[in-house]
């Protein structure tokens, strides 16, 4: 909002609950001209609000990239490359058996995010394993579900990576019932930086967003997309920054090791 009020710009933020009604909210704000321009978060691998708003020629710039670029303007973190240094920071403390759980892949940055820990077990010369590679956690719910189905594998990784914090936050649940502590037995690194990572113990290891950083590049960009700038000469991109928590280090445990104590919980739980 500062960047929009230094312009003498108004900043208007909209909220929904699903696609189609952000599309009519979209619409409505452009037939009662009450916005000159939007910012679009989140974006979609194939976004229909980006979709609508380049068929009305509207003035908008991306939080995030998409798989078409034609007409789009964007600000965006390299969260493939912060999924890249996530392996590589994980080999350097030993471990070899790394796992990933991506977001949703309706989302763009889910393709970017694989694409970096792909690339980063490729530069470590470690082969992928498939059945290691999970996506669709977006909430600690899910994180927590898709961590214990990792961790249940008959060969687990002792190392996971997260493409969001709120997914690698219910790993500290998945873990626990398992008979696991992580920072030791399992080792996670997650990308986003939000403050609820600072509270679990050990602290969350994740690479940092600056978020009010962001916010200001947005509107500046808009600005200049409102006043005719080229949206092809209105892209850029920054890194994220590593957060060192307590939730990685050298492994304790062995995959052998922490199918014994997964085993051995499940059996104290039923007995």
Request: net charge negative; with cysteine; proline share 1%.
């Given at each position: 909002t500062t960047a929009a009020s230094e312009e003498s710009w108004t900043l208007?933020?909209?909220?929904?609950?699903?696609?189609?009604?952000?599309?009519?909210?979209?619409?409505?704000?452009?037939?009662?001209?009450?916005a000159d321009g939007f910012i679009l978060p989140r974006t979609g691998t194939h976004d229909a609000r980006m979709r609508l708003l380049r068929s009305l020629n509207v003035p908008f710039v991306l939080y995030g990239r998409v798989a078409?670029?034609?007409?789009?303007?964007?600000?965006?973190?390299?969260g493939e490359e912060a999924m890249r240094e996530a392996v590589?920071?994980?080999?350097?403390?030993?471990?070899?058996?790394?796992?990933?759980?991506?977001?949703?892949?309706?989302?763009?940055?889910?393709?970017?995010?694989?694409?970096?820990?792909?690339?980063?077990?490729?530069?470590?010369?470690?082969?992928?394993?498939?059945d290691l590679m999970l996506s669709?956690?977006?909430?600690?719910?899910?994180?927590?579900a898709l961590t214990r189905r990792l961790l249940s594998h008959d060969a687990p990784p002792t190392a996971i990576v997260f493409a969001v914090d709120a997914a690698?936050?219910?790993?500290?649940?998945?873990a626990e019932a398992l008979g696991l502590e992580i920072?030791?037995?399992?080792?996670?690194?997650?990308?986003?930086?939000?403050?609820?990572?600072?509270w679990v113990r050990p602290p969350?290891?994740?690479?940092?967003?600056?978020?009010?950083?962001?916010?200001?590049?947005?509107?500046?960009?808009?600005?200049?997309?409102?006043?005719g700038e080229a949206p092809e000469d209105l892209r850029e991109t920054a890194t994220a920054s590593l957060q060192v928590g307590g939730s990685d280090g050298p492994p304790a445990a062995t995959s052998e090791t922490i199918v014994l104590?997964?085993?051995a919980a499940r059996a104290g739980t039923v007995t």
């Open positions: 208007t933020v909209a909220t929904s609950a699903g696609e189609a009604e952000m599309l009519a909210t979209l619409e409505r704000l452009i037939d009662e001209r009450k078409d670029p034609e007409g789009c303007a964007w600000y965006d973190i390299l590589l920071r994980l080999v350097s403390h030993g471990h070899r058996r790394i796992g990933f759980i991506n977001g949703g892949m309706e989302y763009n940055f889910s393709g970017l995010r694989e694409e970096g820990f792909r690339q980063g077990m490729a530069d470590a010369g470690l082969d992928l394993q498939a669709g956690a977006m909430t600690r719910e899910a994180g927590s690698a936050l219910g790993a500290y649940e998945a920072g030791a037995d399992v080792s996670i690194i997650s990308y986003d930086g939000i403050p609820e990572g600072a969350l290891t994740t690479f940092s967003v600056d978020s009010r950083v962001a916010g200001k590049r947005l509107a500046e960009l808009l600005i200049r997309r409102i006043r104590r997964v085993n």
